[in-house]
């Protein structure tokens, strides 16, 4: 520092009287965070002045930070914004609803949020900030560590005005204590960083308020950062003397002292404290560094090894789970403040490991890093629902790699939500690296399976708290009624999550005896392993189920995944993802490709590094990526395809019951439904009795806008199969079936269609033969008596995917489930799906399963062994 500046500084220091008589008061914002927050905030309001806002972090894990728990408590308005900036620029309505509180000095206490300078130079008096080191020396960060890693005689901190530099701005006040032999990080904070800290803003405030605030330009001359900004002010020379060394361990692990006894041979200048393998000018940021805190507790717990060498394997030592808690506890005991979990061993089982997970630890480098998402809002529903729009690799949102977007559109009435990110091969590519190096070298490939389900767990609950704006989502971009939205939309996601949550842990293989040739004994057991990186490909029907439905089990099974949602509705998967890195999931185990079927489908169909495939929608396009599958590395396939559903309905069926049920068959989810009843065959003699009371039901149902609670049926998902069912219904009437209701477009705006019912429909027919996928009954009659008749026409399809039965007679009802051609069969009811019950087709109509059991086993492999002993 130079003479100048300390010349200064004594004589500001003379001329504040110890007992400073407070006087004029200033309108205060506290932007930050912490006990040390806190403890500024309620000083400065004991002295009288007014905190008309604090800024501060968002709750984490439900708890909110101390100084907002102050200030909450006082009635202080308190806002928790996420972040202030997005890509650098300042978000307009957080710097809007900050300027709303007309503050006339900002007070900085601590704050880890970047704030923009817009909001730094608002108020009257600017923006003053606390700074734990004597400015300019040791500039960053890290800067107390500095100042013990460089064996500072003198420590201290400084206030001073912000600016838009690394805390280059002109000095208000500054203080400085001696650096005591034993001191740390802990010492000094305690002793005096803190305590003196906190009086030091609060006189500070009063400078201002007084007009008596110096602005001491800082020198260059003196100045130093960390080493992240500048490498060379980084490297320290380790072979020294046993107290330079003491420095360098002092400012890097919280907790550590001069040894006494503890660690008696650090005293001798042969012992290295970083392996052989680094040079003399190794940078002390390295992560490599041995601890005698922490070496000293695998000592206590390892009393059986002579040393604790890099590669000291805590369990081959033979350590035990009850030891992993104790050494959790000591360090989390000796060194304050760090996040240790149990997991955190099980991860890194070797000292070195140990070492450098703790380090990352103490610096906070293993924290995840703040999700930033660029919203598109939209005020509806009483609510303002927040969407994601960006494509989702490794844990960030970010533009597609060419900069293209697509117009995400209501169906509604036309208009554009918002526009999209157009995924590319290339984000296909980086997408796919990042989930195979989640896989192989993450956490989660190392996690306990039922640390695995609680993650899972939080996800579901997370999907709750939200399920209104995820139901209004839903019902925007895909037009499903919002009360259908908030239950089977959305609800079922959440239960599939926890149902597949719950399997984590039950994943199981078994023991099988096999004929031994004596002498030899033998063991053959099975292990069911996950396959890896598996993509997802899911329609535009139900677009949040249809992702629950395959991840959920994808996830539990342990696999990491790509999924690619339905061009025409990407946002509740978008919004998953953001709700995905809120509940723990760790980066590139979910990515999530909004984007073209042909291009992001075909290149994951294709894609070398994907063990799995799992796929809804098109017949046509299931075949394709069938061939792409096994003509790229035979990876496994499980396809849910069309459908062309029978619903058999006969005389003895309970009248009412059948023609609600028969409607719901056909109209549930505006028809955009994979089991609807594509065909319904009804008794001759109750034919004209059904028909006539399902056209008086379908008058009664109300056409509209789909977040009206009230309405029965909303629009159409998007206006091309609007088109095509409109053509479907032409192609009915010319070839001769009789249109009895509908088949035409409502007139309104949006992509509304009229419920429809076709009669007197022949076996031939084109609407007889296929999937229509919408609201469009297909009606025809069977003689009376005729079970094996209709049971010939009803399975003369290429599809299998579901059927339906309605009768009384327990007899025939089974007799019936049991020829019909399907992977599902509704007695007496219908679309009656649960988590816990396999789905899926014959024929045509796919393989592989979803929900329950059997489709956690589709994303699993069989692994057998055998061992003789």
């Not at 799995?612 to 790229?632: E, N």
């Amino acid at each position: 520092m130079s003479n100048i500046l300390s010349v200064k500084l004594k004589l500001v220091y003379c001329l504040l009287p110890l007992q400073h008589h407070y006087q004029n008061k200033l309108k205060l914002a506290i932007i930050g965070q912490s006990l040390f927050g806190q403890e500024v905030y309620s000083n400065l309001r004991k002295q009288g002045h007014k905190v008309v806002g604090v800024f501060t972090v968002p709750d984490k894990d439900g708890k909110a930070d101390p100084l907002a728990v102050a200030a909450e408590k006082e009635g202080t308005p308190v806002f928790k914004f996420p972040r202030w900036r997005v890509k650098g620029n300042p978000i307009p309505e957080v710097v809007d609803a900050y300027k709303a509180v007309g503050a006339e000095l900002n007070v900085m206490p601590f704050c880890s949020q970047f704030i923009p300078m817009n909001v730094i130079d608002h108020p009257k008096h600017g923006s003053i900030i606390y700074h734990p080191s004597i400015l300019p020396l040791h500039r960053g960060a890290s800067a107390i560590n500095w100042t013990l890693i460089h064996g500072d005689k003198k420590a201290g901190f400084t206030v001073f005005w912000a600016d838009d530099g690394l805390d280059t701005g002109p000095i208000l006040l500054q203080r400085e204590c001696d650096v005591e032999p034993n001191d740390t990080v802990d010492t000094l904070y305690n002793r005096f960083l803190f305590p003196e800290g906190i009086k030091a803003m609060v006189e500070s405030v009063q400078l201002i308020a007084d007009g008596k605030a110096p602005r001491i330009p800082q020198p260059e001359e003196g100045a130093s950062y960390e080493g992240i900004q500048k490498k060379s002010n980084a490297k320290v020379n380790v072979r020294r003397q046993s107290e330079v060394r003491h420095c360098i361990i002092s400012g890097t692990c919280i907790g550590s002292g001069l040894p006494s006894g503890v660690y008696p041979d650090l005293q001798n200048d042969s012992l290295d404290i970083i392996p052989a393998h680094f040079n003399s000018s190794a940078q002390c940021n390295n992560s490599h560094w041995k601890f005698p805190i922490s070496c000293n507790i695998w000592k206590g717990i390892l009393s059986n090894v002579p040393a604790i060498e890099d590669t000291t394997d805590f369990f081959k030592s033979g350590a035990a789970s009850m030891d992993v808690v104790r050494l959790v506890e000591e360090v989390k005991q000796k060194c304050a403040g760090v996040q240790l979990q149990n997991e955190d061993v099980y991860m890194a089982t070797t000292f070195q490991d140990f070492i450098q997970m703790f380090v990352r630890k103490l610096r906070g480098e293993d924290q995840e890093e703040e999700l930033v998402v660029d919203y598109a809002t939209k005020d509806i529903n009483n609510m303002t629902v927040k969407m994601p729009y960006q494509c989702f690799i490794n844990g960030k949102f970010e533009d597609s790699e060419n900069g293209k977007t697509y117009d995400s559109i209501s169906p509604s009435d036309g208009s554009v939500i918002c526009k999209v990110s157009y995924a590319s091969v290339g984000d296909v590519d980086r997408a796919v690296a990042a989930a195979k190096e989640a896989y192989e070298n993450g956490p989660w490939g190392k996690m306990n399976p039922r640390d695995r389900g609680s993650l899972l767990y939080r996800l579901a609950d997370l999907m709750e708290e939200h399920q209104e704006e995820l139901a209004t989502i839903e019902s925007i971009d895909s037009g499903a009624v919002y009360t259908l939205a908030l239950k089977t939309h959305v609800g079922m996601s959440i239960q599939t999550f926890r149902y597949f949550a719950g399997w984590c842990d039950k994943i199981q293989g078994k023991t099988i005896p096999i004929n031994q040739a004596r002498p030899n004994r033998n063991l053959t057991f099975t292990k069911k392993e996950p396959l890896g990186v598996c993509a997802i490909v899911i329609p535009w029907n139900y677009p949040l189920m249809m992702l629950a439905w395959k991840s959920a089990a994808c996830l539990a099974a342990g696999n990491t995944l790509v999924l690619k949602p339905a061009q025409v509705t990407p946002l509740t998967a978008l919004k998953f993802a953001e709700l995905s890195v809120k509940a723990g999931i760790p980066k590139g185990v979910i990515n999530i490709l909004p984007g073209s079927g042909g291009m992001v489908g075909q290149r994951l169909s294709e894609h070398p590094d994907i063990r799995k495939l799992g796929f809804t929608g098109s017949t046509p396009i299931g075949k394709q990526i069938m061939k792409s599958c096994a003509v790229s590395n035979l990876k496994k396939v499980s396809l849910e395809l069309g459908g062309k559903s029978p619903l058999l309905i006969f005389s003895d069926c309970d009248m009412d019951k059948a023609v609600r049920m028969g409607m719901s068959s056909v109209y549930f989810n505006k028809g955009e439904n994979c089991i609807a009843a594509g065909r319904l065959f009804v008794e001759e003699s109750i034919h004209d009795e059904f028909i006539h009371r399902v056209v008086e039901e379908i008058k009664k149902m109300k056409i509209g806008d789909p977040l009206d609670r009230s309405t029965d049926h909303g629009p159409q998902n998007h206006k091309a199969h609007l088109d095509k069912l409109l053509e479907y219904c032409e192609i009915g009437v010319k070839e001769g079936a009789t249109l009895v209701y509908g088949g035409k477009r409502v007139d309104r705006p949006g992509f509304f269609m009229e419920p429809t019912v076709f009669t007197d429909v022949e076996d031939h027919m084109f609407i007889a033969k296929e999937e229509s996928f919408g609201p469009v009954m297909v009606v025809s009659k069977f003689k009376d008596g005729d079970v094996d008749g209709v049971l010939q026409r009803a399975n003369d399809t290429e599809y299998g995917l579901a059927s339906g039965v309605f009768t009384r007679d327990i007899n025939k009802a089974m007799y019936v489930s049991e020829r019909l051609e399907a992977g599902t069969v509704f007695v007496n009811t219908y679309n009656k799906t649960d988590v816990a019950s396999p789905f899926g087709g014959f024929k045509q109509s796919g393989f592989g399963k979803d929900l329950g059991e059997d489709a956690l086993m589709e994303y699993l492999k069989t692994k057998a062994v055998t061992v003789e002993y």
